[in-house]
């Protein structure tokens, strides 16, 4: 047989992988449907190509053929259902980032090299001896401060002389307490300097401080978590998303930032077990885009791409489009990039010129892992999630183990944001005329057992007729109308995303009956009511769209800062209104008592 040299064929064709490799087991290219025999299975990287051959897997890819590695969506032959191509290793860098504060043991955080693309710039995990080979001393700077270096990459940087002090370089640490407090009782930045006589440079200081020091107590709590020291029998998990936006900081440039903060809190304690902000404030904009160039990222479909985990001008200037699209009800241009994402950058919109932007998406996949971690021991998790895709394929993927043993449930749900407050209250009076009616039809029943009834009924209504629910999608879907709406939850309707292999019937239905998002809601709420930085915004009618915020800051960063400073207040300070002296820690099992604020702040591991 002759050569392909004598053939004429001096080089072989490479295929490109169809999907992106796994990274730390993670493949999240898979279908998602718990009802199909793929759910879980991985796409194969790659396949027997030519005529008459076959992929050895149950999956397709399709999509535009115009761009380099060719496919973008993911088909399972099994279900027909289609999802979007995505990045393992973007995941897993995002994980790396959210989780950290769980890897630091002692007020003596271990640094790491700042250039993402080193090999060391997750060395903080390693031992101190091991650590120390991988950045050996590089003298001092003008402050005094030790100067390192990186190994691997030659950066270097210098770490602070007071670091085993839990209050750091503060002068006036006895007014760390005074500054916590103001921050979530609403005080504007300006109020604070003024009650607490400090500059704004230094309560800036203070914030980031309270936030690490924040972000050190909870991690010693949470690791209990994660080690099986504190295991409850049930949770239920609320996920939603909350959006804030960021004042612009140029007159010239009057654009805001937007970015997504992904919660999950559990409805029965309150507790908060995350909210992470998609913003990595340790790269910049500039630096990630020469990166990027470097490797040639610009020509490669985002998920393929080596920094597939930001935002980049190419990626702004492809949503830019998909939003005129959007506008000029070009449906059909918009529906192939948008799917699977919240994320649309639109003409008032910008990403940030210090730090970077993460796509939402791997914020979401990130946070699921984490809650993984957290609660692999529990014995039971419910999952109750706002109607995002990218909320949806995060949960189903990384608890798919426990939904195939019956241990885990996940529910989507969907409510009415735009009742006002007497639509509710005539709402909720139309409702108990219902259950009063019918308790008396059934005077041997108890009420929970006359709302089991009614809602068994409406779940056997919904599965024998499912109806369109106006989303994505060519199934119809089984929404089951909740009955007995709360106030903050009108016309609550709920999908089943799983198939309650390990409950009875009168626990399935119970399920459906505590399905809700008030958990989230409520921590959503109080960000708002509490926290100055992170108000609403205003807008007026000559703004054309944009939006401008009285107290709110200019540096992305803040935001997670104030989220992280709030959801440890919210779990191991703030009392419940309906419990005094117990907070959502307490509930779960984390604290014995109400934690007074000088304990987080003076906290040394």
């Not at 109020?191 to 006589?197: L, P, T, Y």
């Not at 309270?210 to 972000?215: L, M, Y």
């Not at 790269?283 to 990027?292: G, R």
Request: glycine share 6%; proline share 5%.
């Amino acid at each position: 047989m002759p050569s392909d040299a004598e053939k004429g064929n001096t080089t072989r064709k490479i295929w490109p992988p169809r999907v992106p490799p796994p990274v730390r087991d993670i493949q999240i290219n898979c279908c998602f449907n718990p009802e199909c025999e793929n759910f879980g299975k991985p796409v194969s990287l790659s396949v027997r190509h030519g005529r008459g051959k076959h992929s050895s897997d149950n999956y397709i890819l399709k999509g535009s053929k115009n761009r380099i590695n060719m496919k973008k969506k993911v088909l399972c032959k099994l279900c027909c259902r289609e999802t979007t191509v995505k990045s393992n290793l973007a995941t897993w860098e995002e994980y790396e980032r959210i989780s950290s504060y769980l890897n630091v043991k002692s007020r003596g955080a271990l640094p790491v090299c700042s250039n993402p693309a080193c090999v060391n710039h997750f060395a903080g995990t390693l031992s101190l001896k091991e650590w120390m080979g991988h950045f050996p001393k590089n003298g001092v700077n003008s402050n005094g401060s030790r100067r390192l270096r990186c190994k691997a990459c030659g950066k270097t940087f210098s770490i602070g002389n007071n670091s085993g002090k839990a209050h750091g370089n503060h002068k006036k640490s006895y007014k760390n307490r005074l500054v916590f407090s103001l921050l979530v009782n609403k005080t504007p930045i300006s109020r604070i300097c003024e009650i607490a006589q400090i500059t704004p440079s230094t309560a800036y200081r203070k914030i980031h401080f309270i936030r690490e020091q924040c972000e050190r107590f909870s991690g010693h709590r949470e690791r209990r978590l994660i080690e099986g020291n504190v295991c409850p029998d049930e949770v239920r998990v609320s996920v939603d998303q909350q959006y804030h936006l960021v004042n612009w900081n140029q007159r010239k440039d009057k654009r805001n930032i937007q970015l997504y903060t992904i919660t999950s809190a559990d409805n029965i304690s309150g507790y908060i077990f995350g909210s992470h902000t998609n913003f990595d404030p340790s790269i910049d904009t500039k630096d990630a885009e020469a990166m990027a160039k470097k490797v040639g990222d610009s020509e490669r479909m985002g998920a393929y791409r080596r920094y597939a985990r930001v935002w980049l001008e190419k990626d702004y200037e492809d949503s830019h489009a998909i939003s005129v699209a959007r506008k000029s009800q070009l449906k059909t241009e918009c529906r192939e990039e948008s799917y699977e994402t919240c994320e649309t950058m639109s003409p008032g919109l910008r990403i940030p010129a210090k730090g970077v932007q993460v796509h939402a998406e791997y914020t979401a996949f990130a946070h699921f892992l984490l809650l993984k971690q957290m609660l692999s021991r529990v014995g039971r998790v419910d999952f109750y999630l706002d109607v995002e895709q990218i909320l949806k394929r995060g949960c189903l993927y990384f608890f798919k183990d426990m939904i195939k043993t019956g241990k885990c449930d996940a529910f989507l749900v969907s409510i009415n944001k735009d009742f006002s407050v007497d639509q509710k209250r005539k709402l909720i009076r139309a409702t108990k005329k219902i259950l009063n009616l019918e308790m008396s039809l059934h005077p041997s029943m108890s009420e929970w057992e006359v709302r089991r009834k009614i809602m068994k009924e409406n779940i056997e209504k919904a599965f024998e007729n499912p109806r369109l629910p106006g989303q994505k999608g060519k199934d119809r879907e089984p929404w089951v109308t909740v009955p007995f709406p709360r106030m903050d939850e009108p016309q609550k309707q709920v999908l089943p995303l799983t198939s309650f292999s390990g409950l009875t019937q009168d626990q399935m239905i119970d399920t459906f009956l505590r399905a809700g998002l008030y958990g989230v809601d409520s921590f959503f709420q109080q960000i708002r009511r509490r926290v100055s930085l992170l108000e609403r915004p205003i807008s007026s009618s000559s703004s054309t769209g944009r939006k401008w915020f009285g107290y709110n800051p200019y540096n992305p960063s803040m935001i997670q800062d104030m989220v992280t400073i709030m959801r440890v207040f919210h779990n191991y300070v703030l009392e419940s209104t309906n419990e005094k002296g117990v907070t959502p820690a307490m509930k779960l099992g984390l604290a014995r008592g109400p934690v007074r604020i000088e304990d987080i702040i003076y906290f040394k591991g």
